[in-house]
Protein backbone atom coordinates (compact mmCIF):
# COMPACT_ATOMS: atom_id res chain seq x y z
CA UNK A 1 0.00 0.00 0.00
CA UNK A 2 1.09 3.50 -0.59
CA UNK A 3 1.78 5.24 2.15
CA UNK A 4 1.20 8.49 0.05
CA UNK A 5 -1.86 7.95 -1.19
CA UNK A 6 -3.79 9.42 2.00
CA UNK A 7 -3.24 11.57 4.84
CA UNK A 8 -6.30 10.11 6.33
CA UNK A 9 -6.07 6.63 8.47
CA UNK A 10 -8.35 4.69 6.44
CA UNK A 11 -10.04 6.16 3.26
CA UNK A 12 -13.46 6.28 4.73
CA UNK A 13 -15.01 9.05 3.38
CA UNK A 14 -17.45 7.69 1.16
CA UNK A 15 -19.62 6.08 3.94
CA UNK A 16 -22.72 7.46 5.49
CA UNK A 17 -22.05 9.16 8.94
CA UNK A 18 -25.53 9.51 9.98
CA UNK A 19 -25.38 9.10 13.86
CA UNK A 20 -28.86 7.05 13.34
CA UNK A 21 -25.99 4.33 12.51
CA UNK A 22 -24.32 3.99 15.51
CA UNK A 23 -25.57 2.57 18.44
CA UNK A 24 -27.18 4.24 21.78
CA UNK A 25 -25.33 4.70 24.79
CA UNK A 26 -25.53 2.07 26.96
CA UNK A 27 -27.84 2.77 30.53
CA UNK A 28 -25.53 3.58 33.49
CA UNK A 29 -22.54 4.70 31.69
CA UNK A 30 -21.81 8.12 32.10
CA UNK A 31 -22.29 10.82 30.06
CA UNK A 32 -20.19 13.15 29.31
CA UNK A 33 -20.60 16.18 27.57
CA UNK A 34 -20.51 17.43 23.92
CA UNK A 35 -19.34 20.53 24.21
CA UNK A 36 -15.65 19.78 22.70
CA UNK A 37 -17.18 17.57 19.34
CA UNK A 38 -19.74 20.16 19.33
CA UNK A 39 -16.99 22.80 18.65
CA UNK A 40 -14.84 20.79 15.98
CA UNK A 41 -15.94 21.33 12.04
CA UNK A 42 -18.40 18.55 11.43
CA UNK A 43 -16.01 16.73 8.80
CA UNK A 44 -14.11 16.02 12.04
CA UNK A 45 -17.39 15.00 13.65
CA UNK A 46 -18.38 13.05 10.70
CA UNK A 47 -15.20 11.02 10.79
CA UNK A 48 -14.69 10.56 14.77
CA UNK A 49 -18.38 8.69 14.37
CA UNK A 50 -17.43 7.07 10.83
CA UNK A 51 -13.88 5.30 12.27
CA UNK A 52 -16.01 4.59 15.85
CA UNK A 53 -18.72 2.38 13.87
CA UNK A 54 -16.33 0.90 11.58
CA UNK A 55 -14.28 -0.09 14.10
CA UNK A 56 -17.25 -1.69 16.38
CA UNK A 57 -17.67 -4.64 14.10
CA UNK A 58 -20.11 -6.26 16.28
CA UNK A 59 -22.31 -2.69 17.15
CA UNK A 60 -21.96 -3.33 20.98
CA UNK A 61 -22.16 -0.04 21.62
CA UNK A 62 -18.05 0.41 22.83
CA UNK A 63 -14.66 0.25 21.72
CA UNK A 64 -12.02 -2.46 23.89
CA UNK A 65 -8.36 -1.43 24.78
CA UNK A 66 -7.14 -2.71 20.99
CA UNK A 67 -9.85 -1.10 18.91
CA UNK A 68 -9.89 2.81 20.82
CA UNK A 69 -6.09 2.42 19.85
CA UNK A 70 -6.55 1.23 16.28
CA UNK A 71 -9.50 3.99 15.82
CA UNK A 72 -7.15 6.74 17.44
CA UNK A 73 -4.68 5.51 14.63
CA UNK A 74 -7.25 5.84 12.16
CA UNK A 75 -7.99 9.43 12.92
CA UNK A 76 -4.00 10.18 12.55
CA UNK A 77 -3.09 9.97 16.21
CA UNK A 78 -0.15 7.72 16.65
CA UNK A 79 0.28 7.94 20.77
CA UNK A 80 3.07 6.39 22.37
CA UNK A 81 2.13 3.71 24.65
CA UNK A 82 1.85 5.69 28.11
CA UNK A 83 -0.48 8.46 26.04
CA UNK A 84 -2.63 6.11 24.77
CA UNK A 85 -3.00 4.63 28.02
CA UNK A 86 -3.71 7.91 29.80
CA UNK A 87 -6.51 8.38 27.12
CA UNK A 88 -7.91 5.27 27.59
CA UNK A 89 -7.49 5.85 31.90
CA UNK A 90 -9.04 8.86 31.03
CA UNK A 91 -12.11 8.06 28.68
CA UNK A 92 -12.46 4.28 29.51
CA UNK A 93 -14.84 2.63 32.09
CA UNK A 94 -14.81 -1.01 33.22
CA UNK A 95 -17.12 -3.47 31.88
CA UNK A 96 -20.36 -3.46 33.37
CA UNK A 97 -20.06 -6.92 34.66
CA UNK A 98 -16.82 -6.18 36.49
CA UNK A 99 -16.85 -7.77 40.01
CA UNK A 100 -14.64 -4.63 41.29
CA UNK A 101 -14.71 -1.77 39.17
CA UNK A 102 -12.06 0.12 41.25
CA UNK A 103 -9.63 -2.26 40.16
CA UNK A 104 -10.31 -3.10 36.89
CA UNK A 105 -6.44 -3.07 34.55
CA UNK A 106 -6.38 0.05 31.93
CA UNK A 107 -6.18 -2.41 29.32
CA UNK A 108 -9.72 -4.39 29.80
CA UNK A 109 -11.32 -0.45 29.73
CA UNK A 110 -14.07 0.05 27.34
CA UNK A 111 -14.71 3.45 25.44
CA UNK A 112 -18.32 4.32 24.61
CA UNK A 113 -19.27 6.26 21.80
CA UNK A 114 -19.50 9.89 23.80
CA UNK A 115 -16.13 9.20 25.28
CA UNK A 116 -14.87 8.22 22.29
CA UNK A 117 -16.06 11.38 20.55
CA UNK A 118 -14.89 13.69 23.59
CA UNK A 119 -10.93 12.11 23.56
CA UNK A 120 -11.07 12.16 19.46
CA UNK A 121 -12.40 16.19 19.65
CA UNK A 122 -9.70 16.93 21.74
CA UNK A 123 -6.99 15.44 20.54
CA UNK A 124 -7.77 17.30 17.00
CA UNK A 125 -8.65 20.24 18.98
CA UNK A 126 -5.08 20.19 20.32
CA UNK A 127 -3.06 19.55 16.87
CA UNK A 128 -0.79 22.08 15.75
CA UNK A 129 -1.52 23.09 12.19
CA UNK A 130 2.45 23.72 11.20
CA UNK A 131 2.88 19.93 12.64
CA UNK A 132 -0.20 18.46 10.24
CA UNK A 133 1.13 20.59 6.69
CA UNK A 134 4.79 19.06 8.00
CA UNK A 135 2.93 15.55 7.85
CA UNK A 136 1.40 15.87 4.65
CA UNK A 137 4.73 17.61 3.55
CA UNK A 138 6.35 14.54 4.17
CA UNK A 139 3.75 12.60 2.05
CA UNK A 140 4.40 14.59 -1.40
CA UNK A 141 8.02 15.09 -1.19
CA UNK A 142 8.23 11.63 -2.50
CA UNK A 143 11.96 11.37 -2.84
CA UNK A 144 12.43 12.98 0.78
CA UNK A 145 14.69 15.54 -0.04
CA UNK A 146 12.92 18.62 1.30
CA UNK A 147 11.57 19.96 -1.88
CA UNK A 148 8.43 19.03 -3.63
CA UNK A 149 9.31 18.86 -7.16
CA UNK A 150 7.55 18.75 -10.91
CA UNK A 151 8.55 14.64 -10.74
CA UNK A 152 6.90 14.76 -6.91
CA UNK A 153 3.61 16.64 -7.87
CA UNK A 154 3.25 14.19 -11.18
CA UNK A 155 3.66 10.99 -8.97
CA UNK A 156 1.17 12.51 -6.56
CA UNK A 157 -1.31 13.65 -9.72
CA UNK A 158 -1.19 9.23 -10.82
CA UNK A 159 -1.84 8.65 -7.25
CA UNK A 160 -4.75 10.27 -6.86
CA UNK A 161 -6.26 9.30 -10.19
CA UNK A 162 -8.94 11.93 -10.13
CA UNK A 163 -11.63 12.07 -13.36
CA UNK A 164 -8.89 14.89 -14.88
CA UNK A 165 -5.01 14.31 -14.34
CA UNK A 166 -3.24 17.61 -14.23
CA UNK A 167 -0.95 18.06 -17.12
CA UNK A 168 2.36 19.16 -16.77
CA UNK A 169 1.95 22.50 -17.84
CA UNK A 170 -0.68 22.69 -15.07
CA UNK A 171 1.86 20.96 -12.73
CA UNK A 172 4.67 23.60 -13.56
CA UNK A 173 2.57 26.66 -13.32
CA UNK A 174 1.83 25.42 -9.63
CA UNK A 175 5.16 25.33 -8.97
CA UNK A 176 6.41 28.41 -10.39
CA UNK A 177 3.62 29.96 -8.01
CA UNK A 178 4.82 28.66 -4.99
CA UNK A 179 8.24 28.35 -5.45
CA UNK A 180 9.95 31.64 -4.35
CA UNK A 181 13.10 31.94 -4.81
CA UNK A 182 13.29 29.50 -8.23
CA UNK A 183 14.99 26.11 -6.78
CA UNK A 184 12.46 24.18 -8.86
CA UNK A 185 10.29 23.32 -6.07
CA UNK A 186 8.31 23.92 -2.82
CA UNK A 187 9.84 23.61 0.56
CA UNK A 188 8.56 23.17 3.80
CA UNK A 189 8.40 26.53 4.40
CA UNK A 190 6.45 27.58 1.12
CA UNK A 191 4.10 24.82 1.66
CA UNK A 192 2.84 25.85 5.16
CA UNK A 193 2.80 29.46 3.95
CA UNK A 194 0.22 27.63 1.44
CA UNK A 195 -1.78 26.03 3.89
CA UNK A 196 -2.18 28.93 6.18
CA UNK A 197 -3.54 30.91 3.28
CA UNK A 198 -5.78 28.04 2.30
CA UNK A 199 -7.58 27.62 5.31
Avoid at 5 to 11: D, E, N, Q, V
Avoid at 144 to 159: C, E, K, N, P, W
Wanted: proline letters at 6%.
Amino acid sequence: MNSHATPRGFPIRSMAASSSHLPKQASGIPQSSNDDYNTIPEEDREHIDEVFELMDLKKKGWLNSYEFRHSLSALGFDLSKPEYYQQLETHGHPPQDWAEPHNCPVNRLLVYLDQFRLCAARLIAMRDPRDEATKVFGMFDYDGDGVISFDDMRHLAQDIKDERTMTDEEIQTMIDHLDHDGKGGVNLEEFIQMMEEAG
